[in-house]
């Protein structure tokens, strides 16, 4: 007579398929003993260069956009940094498309956890930790170097920005995931607001067109993650569409930057498992 | 688990269909023709649990199709389909717990870490009791040979043992169901064997229901009781092995090799038939139907007329079988 | 005698220089026919590179505006010089050394490529000739378009910068290949050759003067620059479309480029015998 299967409660927690996963990843990572060095070394060295660029321009020009040197810092600092960590938690979800056609993604499928969760934890680069660090360093002069009113409404307005920050880039690129599922050769096209993105974060958004300023402070709302920050934290009236008060209002661009996330995600595996295969 | 989960029928497709939109060039640069592929084409079957089902058919014919419909990867453009139960897409995560699928040409383990840690990163990640997945593992392991590749990374297994190790991990958390997409492509013979020998004895110890998809005959005879045979996306064929052999009046062939020239074995009995004659008459084929006669019996008549000093059975090709069905069915 | 057995000499010769050249004609139009399939991903770099230009162009704009000297730009040089390195960027392919010279350097296909009775590097070359091509007219042109339509940027009136502009282009653009193929080879003695190739997309980038001139450059950094092929790759081709360097001076810049292109690629070839040492050594 046949046995019918063991039917045992759930062990561990809801986290512990997620934990296991990374875990793993992060030791196979750190096996590659030289491999690891290296990558880790050229990240950094990234990051440096990444601050070269803002620095030979500001080099120059004394005062670009209302700030200098010194609130270039910040803007660096606050942009880089949120960048890179959101970098080191979903910054391989650009490696969808490979996944699809390994048929990776399908054997998420048999697994019972949702599918994004899945995509997101199936991967961490700890080596990006390096450009994380230099932004890092930045960050920290400029908050030393800069005049700021040290309160209690200036760190609850930093941790906001961090927070809601690296929450902002990872939901730009859980977007452009999503959109993967439509289009072939899809990295082309995203890399447009994902990097675009990350490169507009870097600029005093001042010196932008009104087009430009709703793109990018609205729409894709990578302002909210440094210059809108700056601009308060320095005490700065900051330009006509983009005043400085609006930095408090990160957590609203935090949601509606995952709203859409979730939304593209969403139609993608409908589309994946509805018309593609 | 509900009273109404333990219900015996595993697997309940109704008039299930898939169309796929292909966009062609018709030749005009700009301009594109659209296409509609039907992959699977109203099919219907039930399969009971405890069962051992060989799905088989030509490439293309909408077997993964079924499959990735059966296990909430694609959705059917009409139709019904509940596996264990459930409802595939919309319930994918409840099912994933309940089966387990192997992918012949795809992995689901993690290719640059050892076996074992696969292993453990599959128990968490169905949140498999630690005392139960060690009792498991080793129970596994055990059957399948694997104890010397557990701390091999998975990239550097041989076929076989990667075949092995698929099966397994799909095994672990004791699913209700395993389906398998040809499993046994590219292994040798006694990597087959050993495979087949697992999943009867799965089947018998714990009532596992298996699906197979495959082209090898082998593999059908000895681990299916039931066979279905899909040509273009219909379902041509829905019974058991012999039925079919008969259904289709598929010859196996003899190939004797002669001791000495011989001339063509004509009129032999049991409408024998022979197909072609090589090297003068030193080896001749002959093809048969196993339903009316035996091996055996033509070796005999064989052995009569000329003296025999090699010979080999070839079995029909699945898909000489699949084609027999469709001009039948027709 | 002696000169009718030269002179069939000298035929022989001519002839298969002639089959030679219309082997790599035939390389370049492939190049160019494979890229052309890839019209939406072409439409899409057009879409990046446009946007990209956009923020850069509006900083740099403001920067010419705030600064007292910035580099001798005004707001139409500056525009020409953003528009222009956004326009190239597809021909220059920075990002990234053809993953198929990569994968197959890894997987040890490239030993198939040593058994062609093409060389390996030229041949390479010449396809991606061909790429390059393919991708000025959906890419480039239209960049530089958008830009004149929508920041402004101002453009030489007389015929010569673009003559001697298309010799630089065709330059930078054999010179960008050259390198990026050097650099790929390493995978003959390096297992996972990515951590290098995004460094070398940065530093390239960065030197090349594709996110500052390199004229703005503190001293120290320019001459850094200057020791490396990558001005040559991006700001060269620049500088002479845009009129920014003329005469006798545009003329020092393309033969800058051609002595780094000579460099670069007998590089290539030592790294490509080594490497073919190697894999012979080894058995692939």
Sequence with gaps: MAELPLVSTPAGTLLTPYIAVLRSRMRAQQSYRLSFASEVFSAFLIGLIEFAEVWVIFHTVKVLGGLDLDAALLLFGLSNTTFALAQVMVGHLDSLPTLIRLGTLDAFHLRPQPLLLQLITSDISLRRLARAAVAIAVLTLGLMRNDIDWGPAAVVLLAITLIGGILIFGGIFVCAAGLQFFLIDGAELTNSFTYGGSFAAMQPASVFPPPLKILFGFAIPVSFTAYLPTICLLGLPGPPLLPSWLAWWTPVA????????LCLWRIGTRHYQGGGG | MAASDLSDTIIDIENLTREFTLYRRNGKKWRRTRDTLTAVDGMTFRIERGAAVGYIGANGAGKSTTIKMLTGILVPTSGSVRTCGLEPVRQRRRLASRIGVVFGQRSQLWWDLP????????????????????KRTYELVEQLEMAETLDTPVRQLSLGQRMRAEVAAALLHSPELVILDEPTIGLDVLSKQRLREFLRAERVDRGTTLLLTTHDMGDIERLCDRVLVVDHGSLVYDGSLPGLGATVGARRVLVVDLAEPTPDLLDLPCDAELLTSEGDGMRQRLAFDAEKTTAARLLAAVSDRAQVRD??????????IVRRIYESAR | MRGGAEGVEWLAVAMRARRTARVYQQLAVAGFRRQSQYKLAMFAGLFTNCVFGLVRAAVMVAAVRAAGDFGGYDEGSIGAYVWLSQALLGAMQFMGPPLELVDRVKNGDIAVDFLRPVDVQLSYLATDLGRAACTLIPRGIPSVVFGYLTFGLAM???P????LGAISVLLAVALSFLSLFAVGLIGFWVVETRGIRVLYQICGTFLAGLFVPVHMFPEWLRTLAHATPFPSILQAPIDILSGRVLDSEAIGVVATQVVWVVLIGIAGRILLAAGRRRLEVQGG
């Design chain 3, 156 to 158: 030489p009136h007389s």
């Design chain 2, 115 to 134: 076996l074992r840690e696969s292993f453990s990163i599959l128990a968490a990640i169905h949140r498999l009791d630690p005392d139960i997945t060690r």
């Design chain 1, 254 to 261: 935090t949601i509606w930057v995952w709203l859409l996330a």
């Design chain 3, 160 to 163: 010569w910068p673009y003559l």
């Design chain 2, 311 to 320: 010979l080999s059975i070839e079995e029909p090709e699945i898909e000489d």
